[in-house]
């Protein structure tokens, strides 16, 4: 088993408040690697709608609308933890990982939590008001998978799959506050960004299999087990050949492909390197995928 996820002695600790603290540690600000990866697909969509529409958007417009989704992504992404930790209370008292968070510690009560939850949803409510439409829609039709997701690793190995819809939605709602509308560009976009989960929280999901296996509860860690590389190697390459299509669909030009030939290097990396009985090393290289957002980011908007 894995050491608990909670460190001690942090900035949290350190410089908020004690009664913060736990609230904090909910929303995961003490580990920024999941709004990262909620946010980066938001990053791609805005940029990808920014090519599509030949720039006419002003740069500081542009800026400012990274500004609203990277604060929506960490509001959300809170909201989203705070969701999946009122339905896991139970299992994360008995995952060692897990048995530190502040609702299965105690720290938090049920309805401390659910107070919280509103809060958080409140806030995104704000943000989400100051785009279009289109983005109205799309935030009201994600909260579907946000309250779900953590219940598919009750029935099905592929809650990763979930994970993807979930956290690549941004990419539908970057191009969409962008462009107003949704196209095959970042459809596309959307269905790489889905591959690309399904890759890294696999590698993800192999620090908790034993655990998983006790509790009854499931992934696709389970589901592949020694087969995790060959997957790895057909899902990489599938999410780079998407984000590859969404640049072409909208006519981005050779420093695209250069830069995301570079992001291709560090998923390369993470296939050659990984071994999927090393707990630390797993989460090293699942915390690796922010620099291939990165780079992809870069890529799409010096495309």
């Known amino acids: 088993m894995t050491a608990s996820d909670i460190a001690r002695n942090d900035?949290?600790?350190?410089?908020?408040?004690?009664?913060?603290?736990?609230?904090?540690?909910?929303?995961?600000?003490?580990r920024p690697i999941g709004t990262w990866l909620l946010l980066l697909p938001c990053w791609w969509g805005l940029?990808?709608?920014w090519q599509a529409t030949d720039k006419a958007l002003p740069v500081l417009d542009l800026i400012w609308l990274y500004i609203l989704f990277s604060l929506g992504a960490t509001i959300?992404?809170?909201?989203?933890c705070t969701i999946n930790d009122l339905w896991d209370r139970d299992f994360d008292r008995q995952?060692?990982?897990?048995?530190e968070r502040p609702i299965a510690n105690g720290d938090l009560s049920v309805r401390q939590a659910l107070a919280f939850l509103v809060l958080q949803l409140g806030a995104g409510l704000l943000i989400l008001l100051q785009l279009n439409r289109t983005c109205w829609l799309l935030g009201v039709l994600v909260l579907v998978l946000v309250v779900t997701y953590p219940l598919f690793k009750?029935?099905?190995?592929?809650?990763?799959?979930?994970?993807g819809l979930t956290f690549n939605w941004g990419a539908l709602m970057g191009w969409a506050a962008v462009t107003g509308d949704i196209q095959l560009a970042n459809s596309v976009l959307y269905v790489a960004g889905i591959v690309w989960t399904l890759g890294y929280d696999t590698i993800y999901a192999h620090q908790d299999k034993e655990d998983d296996v006790l509790i009854g509860v499931k992934s696709s860690a389970l589901a592949l087990g020694e087969r995790t590389v060959p997957f790895l190697w057909a899902v990489y390459p599938l999410t780079l050949a998407g984000i590859a299509m969404s640049g072409a669909l909208v006519g981005l030009g050779w420093p695209f492909y250069l830069l995301l030939g570079a992001a291709g290097a560090q998923l390369l990396w993470q296939i050659r390197t990984i071994d999927i009985d090393?707990?630390?090393?797993?989460?090293?290289?699942?915390r690796s995928n922010r620099y291939f957002g990165w780079i992809v980011t870069l890529a799409i908007l010096l495309g």
């Open 11 to 30: 900035w949290v600790d350190r410089l908020l408040p004690t009664g913060l603290r736990p609230y904090a540690r909910l929303m995961r600000l003490d």
């Open 278 to 286: 090393d707990p630390k090393g797993c989460l090293l290289r699942f």
């Open 47 to 49: 940029a990808l709608g």
């Open 76 to 80: 959300m992404r809170g909201a989203g």
């Open 154 to 163: 009750r029935v099905t190995y592929w809650p990763q799959f979930v994970l």
């Open 95 to 99: 995952v060692a990982r897990t048995v």
